[in-house]
Nanobody, 121 residues
């Protein structure tokens, strides 16, 4: 089991930027793909982005492609989500999780507390 702690959320105006961070524990971090998910009020949790263990393979949801950038620092066991040109529809609680190497949309671990992102219009 890996412990995940998200941070970096906040309130921002539409068009602004935020950088989310995810701190992960565990010695298997380097070999594991990591993903970001989000859940808006009244909606199901949805996939946002994922990155392979080496960082060579990246996948984005169509809704964030071109605006969000996922990255990782294996030396620090950290995953990041740089969010630019934010829109009100990006408002949600954002979570990170390990994901299956064979299916980036499939989370592995229990969810952390997430970090709230609110985009005002």
């Amino acid at each position: 089991q890996v412990q995940l702690v998200e941070s970096g959320g906040g309130l921002v105006q539409a068009g602004g930027s935020l950088r989310l961070s995810c701190a992960a524990s565990g010695r298997t971090f380097t070999n594991t793909a990591m993903g970001w998910f989000r859940q808006a009020p009244g909606k199901a949790r949805e996939f946002v982005a994922a990155i392979s263990g080496s960082g060579a393979s990246i996948l984005y949801a169509d809704s964030v492609k071109g605006r969000f950038t996922i990255s990782r620092d294996n030396a620090k066991n950290m995953v990041y989500l740089q969010m630019n040109r934010l829109k009100p529809e990006d408002t949600a609680v954002y979570y990170c999780n390990r994901v299956r190497n064979s299916n980036y949309h499939e989370p592995i671990d229990y969810w952390g507390q997430g970090t709230q992102v609110t985009v005002s219009s």
